[in-house]
């Protein structure tokens, strides 16, 4: 992915260490986007990324959709009006200032989805599984966000914060869920630490 995008972002940690509130942890750059962004770049959806629309929800530092941007995808980084103007400042130091190809929005989940609109080709969020109160939230915005070609790419650290509960929320409000194979994953990551959820929406 580059040094250039790591250094412009802050530091990774780790959240089941991190002495930090958790409403700031979208202030850290957290280990499963790059984990998520080493995947699709390896593996693109869509057999490359050129104008492929992506939303990224709980965008933090902004390491997924600025990966995305700088393949070529129009990204949309979304997160919470205390995060954003941090991921703003490094969408413009790795992708420049063209809004036409990537842009920040302020969005909380279960808010109206339209600033995220028109519907994209792919959503994506990296460890945003990890307080259980906010699963139907997110859930609501996946579900108002996807259409029935979306598809959704969820990479998460497994600490026991309620991942096989999301995965059956998720299953219970009408997606399939498929899970990446670790061994798909860098051979830094596929020690099943680190899992992937592939999720489309069903019916119309």
């Known amino acids: 992915m580059g040094a250039r995008l790591q250094d412009q972002c802050m530091m990774s940690a780790d959240l089941d260490k991190s002495n930090e509130h958790l409403e700031n942890v979208g202030l850290v750059a957290w280990q499963s986007a790059f984990v998520l962004a080493e995947y699709l ?55 420049g200032v063209d809004q036409s190809y990537a842009q920040v929005v302020c969005h ?29 939230a997110l859930i609501t915005t996946l579900h108002d966000l996807a259409a029935p070609h979306t598809l959704i790419y969820l990479a998460y650290k497994l600490r026991g914060r309620g991942e096989e509960s999301f995965k059956q929320k998720l299953e219970d409000s009408n997606f399939a869920i498929h899970i990446i194979p670790c061994q798909h994953l860098h051979q830094e990551y596929c020690d099943g630490q680190y899992q992937i959820v592939r999720a489309c929406k069903l019916g119309s």
């Open 41 to 95: 770049l390896r593996h693109p959806p869509f057999g490359q990324w050129h104008d492929v629309r992506a939303v990224d929800l709980g965008a933090g530092t902004g390491v997924m959709g600025i990966a995305l941007a700088m393949a070529g995808a129009r990204a949309t980084l979304s997160d919470l009006p205390h995060i954003t103007p941090l991921t703003q400042r490094n969408l413009e130091n790795n992708v």
């Open 108 to 136: 909380r989940w279960g808010d109206d989805v339209t600033p995220l609109l028109p519907a994209p080709d792919i959503i994506t969020g990296a460890d945003i599984v990890y307080q259980q109160q906010h699963f139907d």
